[in-house]
């Protein structure tokens, strides 16, 4: 059996280049899992497995492996998973995040807190993920340990407390002072980092060793009381125990995060990165128990870390293998699972057999007869499954709570090269939709079309290279087209009442209602049922919610959907022969369409935070463009040598935004991109879009 104590679920977060997959990397070599160091820049990271990762040099799925490492004479397993840092796969940190007990967020100790590095900080939070920070890249010109402290703290809000502090940085670069321990140690130069020698503090870090020391104390003081007083009575009675028990209380609690630094491509720090993981982040018995809702019974139930509980796992992620068909990663919450027994998919009611479970070592795989609470697998054998199912045993069924993603921004028409391909397209795409909460398929009402929508180009431009790789489908694509939305900013009375006689029994609903713009913090239909006396019986109440919910899919501008609406049912009245539920639901949609024309509909664009870092020579060109692309500059901070702009700018405007730059700026200039929100477009924006749609049919 498991011994829990021993397990940590962990990932890898950062900004994209911050150097996570090299990261993992020396963590697969130093554990003894690869023989070989895997270089990303060489497309040979293990990590790394997809074609098109190897070819970028970008990680696009996180990837799963389990490690174990050997500390105070006890062997600890540790499940990692290397999730990407490009904003466009931002759903696998979400759901990655969505599983783990801690993580480790990896800083580029010349790039420092990146707009990814927030992304991913903010993930973690939402899902209170404790973790611990590594500077990285500590060997590479420009680096700077302290800077990076200051913008963990300015930037993310977080509470850095540094239990490293580097001996020399850039070229310079040979070692750490441990904090924790009080001592000095370097890396033996073409050890491969695995020989660490020990060596008296340097003269001209003793003074800010003590300082750091005292600091990392006084962080951790609202653990121990005890332990701050005894510092101040002699720094040098702590024992190293207390201070790793008190660091990894207040690691758990949220209240601090420890940093440390090193150079994953030189070999510098990853073991004693490691240590840390194991020292500092939480075993799965560390974590809260899961809570649940029983669906039988509507109630809250708890589910602790144990195998002898009722099973409870949530699938976080789903893969598409050409030899073993579907896989389902999974993180099991509580009881165990053996290969081939019978699991209850709550979301779907179906039960489903588990033909094999696995430990994946990235596209590797390796069998298991059985897993247990607080670890994470993957199983083959699913029919039907989604991201965010929570799978159960069939007589205690508990719904964990799902995740939730963003809509997707951008949309492109796709249609296979030859005919022959089209059922081989559909099933293709099915494939990706099922992987990927992002991504999402639809056909045109009008053109009949085939819509394919995700998070950004690059995004795009992956899924249709693997259509084309892995399921051998050769497409044609249209030109990305953004996804508005619509929004009712007036409110609006209207009385509909739908009438139909067809011989025998007919149709009839009257309903009276108001529409408008949602409240202050309320969001898709907000509906309130004002109907006094049953002059509308209760039964089809829904109906008209429904009718609304349906109506809401198509605006009346251009077809966009309206994701907020908030809609008064005020009064109405029924026929005891001629009313049913469909009547009622098609006043609802015929309601909408008159009552949305009479208010005033307004155009919603997606506006995207950029970040573009550029040597100084090219900041006023770099400003100049975005300028002309309606862009809002929020903030311009001076680096040494370059300037980091920071802005929002709509979606439409930055197609193709990455070959501008290279070609503005002689290929120097990098730029990063997320989703921000949804604004009201100006009105010569609207009546272009309008017009263009309207022009379609």
Known sequence: MNNLQLNRNIGIMAHIDAGKTTCTERILYYTGRNYKM????????????????????????????????????KRYKINIIDTPGHVDFTVEVERSLRVLDGAVALFC????????????????????????????????????????????????????????????????????????????????????GTTIVEIPIPEDLEQISQDYRMKLIEGVAEESDELLEKFLEDPHSITEEEMINVIRTATLNMSITPVMCGSAFKNKGVQMLLNSIIEFLPSPLDVDSITGINPKTDKEEIRT?????????????IATDPFVGRI?????????????????NVNTGKKERISRIMQMHANKQEPLDVIEAGDIGAGVGFKKI???????????????EAMTFPDPVISIAIEPKTQKDIDKMTVALAKLAEEDPTFKVATDQDSGQTIISGMGELHLDILVDRLKREFNVECNIGLPQVNYKEAIV?????????????GGRGKFADIEFE?????????????????????????????????????????????FSVDNLKVRLIDGSFHPVDSDQLSFEMAAKIGFKISARMAKSVLLEPIMRIEVVTPDDYLGEVTGDLNKRRAILEDVTAKVGYQVVKATVPLSEMFGYVTALRSLTSGRATSSMEFDSFKEAPSFISEEVVKKIKGNF
């Not at 502090?165 to 890396?187: H, T």
């Not at 870390?305 to 992620?317: E, G, Q, V």
Request: charged share 25%.
């Open 305 to 317: 870390a144990d195998p002898k509980d009722n099973f409870s796992a949530l699938a976080f992620k």
């Open 386 to 400: 989604h991201t965010g199912d929570t799978l159960t045993d069939e007589k205690h069924p508990i719904v964990l």
């Open 515 to 559: 529409i408008g713009p949602v409240d202050n913090g309320e969001e898709g239909l907000q509906f309130i049922d004002e109907v006094k006396g049953g002059n509308i019986p209760k039964e089809y109440i829904p109906s008209v919610k429904k009718g609304f919910e349906t109506a809401m899919q198509n605006g009346v501008l251009a077809g």
């Open 328 to 344: 389902c990663f999974f993180r099991v919450y509580s009881g165990s699972l053996k290969a081939g027994s019978y699991v209850y």
């Open 109 to 192: 100790a010349v790039g420092g807190v990146e707009p990814q590095s927030e992304t991913v900080w903010r993930q973690a939070d939402k899902y209170k993920v404790p973790r611990i920070s590594f500077v990285n890249k500590m060997d590479r010109s420009g680096a700077d340990f302290f800077g990076v402290i200051d913008q963990i703290s300015d930037r993310l809000g977080a509470n850095p407390v540094p239990i490293q502090i580097p001996i020399g940085s850039e070229e310079n670069f040979r070692g750490v002072v441990d904090l924790v321990k009080d001592k000095a140690f370097v890396w033996e130069e073409g050890s491969d």
């Open 38 to 73: 895997g270089e990303v820049h060489e497309g040979g990271a293990t990590m790394d497995w997809m074609v098109q990762e190897q070819e970028r040099g970008i990680t696009i799925t996180s990837a799963a492996t389990t490690v174990y490492w050997e500390l105070f004479n």
């Open 490 to 502: 007036s409110t609006v009375k209207h009385k509909e009442v739908y009438k139909k006689q067809t």
